[in-house]
């Protein structure tokens, strides 16, 4: 039997341990963007060093960043061998809204063949399948590359401490490929490499009109209402075929070339697939870009969240003094980050009416990336997908953004391979996130092989 399938078996005779150690992972509520949980994601690093130690991990360190630690971890035992960087988070979104969801966010519960729970998808379960590979190997024979671990607590808020920690840790982090496993595929039956990542910009902004709450009788009409407003402004955004209206928005993007197009259009993501993975009785956009281009290679602007005024059960009939929209632009190549903001705002300061003031507030930013395909870490993932899945794996660009991505390959010079279990139809970010454990289990026979071809 080759060193592949004795670690296949073994991984394959651990799936239920393997289910209740992500289980305890999932337990720790760790969510990175409210000050509340702060001790809860420490908690959940705390957890993952200690079980890289259990595995047989060397050198295994929490690293403070300024916020949320990275976990860090290594296996150098193979000189002359690549170096293979694992990426992963620990961290998760919010549960909200609480009401909607089925089961309790944080109990792992297994209907089917999904476990449902927040961060199964994204991504404890992909941190684990990498570990459990990992361990796999180790179990049954000798690593047949050098691995080092960067395991982070900021991810789902934008990363904001790397682009000053890694910089002070390049070396420390260097290696010949970053296996990043938060990517996810097209469909169970369709694995999946991504070659392209959007980069992020978000912003809050705020529109304020009186110094106080208003009766709506005696003051509507005669004061202009904030969220009306700011309702306006918002929806100027957008022009009647989903164009993006700020100025210069469009100027750095990248044309579509044709052979984007035609590779595109080659992938199972249909406009009848959106509309069966969202439930909308319809698409809406750019109607010169197949759904697809629209969310890989084209920019947009979204509304992600409202707020204003009397929002409580029943009546109360006020005059908001104020309203908030929270903005986040999805980048794509060479869009910047800090230009996207002065155009927010020349469009502001060219269609604000006098009657309100207004504010932005940038929170954070994430950068785009694109991948070089041809590197022996892609081919590698490429063939060990083949192996397991029994096809050549779908190559795409993603409409999401993982901002460590650009750093490795601006800073530490590192190319990564994005993969992963996640599916569209995860609720990821949602009420009732899950995640498919048939193909989690085909990821971690994925993983070993990986690893077997990089030596």
Not at 12 to 26: A, C, D, G, P, Y
Not at 106 to 123: C, E, I, N, Q, T
Not at 177 to 203: H, V
Not at 230 to 251: K, S, W
Request: include cysteine; charge should be negative.
């Amino acid at each position: 039997m080759s060193d592949a399938k004795k670690a296949i078996a073994y991984a394959h005779e651990n799936r239920e341990r393997f289910t209740k150690e992500l289980s305890e992972f999932i337990k720790i509520e760790s969510i990175s963007t409210d000050d509340a949980y702060k001790a809860q994601v420490t908690q959940a690093a705390e957890w993952a060093a200690a079980h890289l130690r259990t595995i047989g991990i060397e050198n295994v360190k929490l690293m403070p960043t300024g916020g949320h630690p990275v976990v860090y971890g290594d296996l150098l035992k193979k000189p002359g061998a690549p170096t293979v960087l694992i990426y992963g988070h620990y961290d998760v979104q919010p549960v909200d809204p609480i009401e909607l969801w089925e089961t309790a966010p944080f109990d792992a519960v297994v209907k089917g063949d999904y476990l449902f729970a927040r961060g199964s998808s994204d991504m404890k379960g992909q941190v684990m399948a990498t570990i459990n590979a990992v361990e796999a190997i180790m179990k049954t024979g000798d690593f047949p590359v050098n691995l080092k671990f960067m395991l982070e607590g900021e991810e789902e808020i934008g990363s904001m401490n790397m682009g000053n920690f890694l910089p002070k840790h390049k070396d420390l982090f260097k290696a010949d490929f970053c296996l990043n496993p938060d990517a996810g595929a097209i469909s169970a039956d369709e694995p999946t490499i991504t070659f392209g990542l959007r980069g992020l910009a978000y912003f809050e902004l705020h529109v304020y009109g009186p110094p106080r709450d208003l009766h709506s009788g005696l003051f509507g009409g005669t004061v202009h209402n904030p969220a009306q407003a700011l309702a306006e402004l918002i929806a100027g955004m957008h022009d009647a075929n989903g164009t993006v209206t700020l100025p210069g928005f469009y100027d750095s993007v990248r044309v579509v070339t044709d052979q984007e197009r035609e590779d595109t259009a080659k992938l199972p993501t249909t406009p009848e697939s959106y509309l069966q993975q969202t439930g909308v009785p319809a698409l809406w956009g750019e109607k010169e870009f197949t759904p697809a281009l629209r969310t890989g290679a084209r920019p947009t602007l979204e509304i992600n969240g409202l707020l204003s005024g009397w929002t409580g059960p029943g009546s109360k009939t006020v005059l908001p003094a104020r309203a908030m929209a929270k903005i986040s632009c999805r980048l794509v190549p060479d869009q910047d980050p800090a230009i996207v903001e002065k155009q927010l705002k020349q469009y502001l300061e060219e269609h604000a009416p006098k009657t309100i003031t207004w504010e932005v507030k940038p929170l954070h930013d994430s950068p785009w990336a694109i991948t070089d395909t041809n590197t022996a870490g892609v081919r590698a993932l490429d063939a060990a997908m083949e192996t397991v899945w029994g096809r050549k794996p779908l190559y795409r660009r993603e409409g999401g953004s993982i901002g460590v991505v650009a750093m490795l390959q601006n800073i530490c010079g590192v190319e990564s391979g994005l993969v992963g279990g996640g599916l569209p139809d995860d609720n990821i970010h949602s009420p009732n996130e899950r995640m498919h454990l048939p193909t989690w289990h085909k990821n971690m026979d994925a993983f070993i092989h990986f690893f077997f071809n990089m030596k």
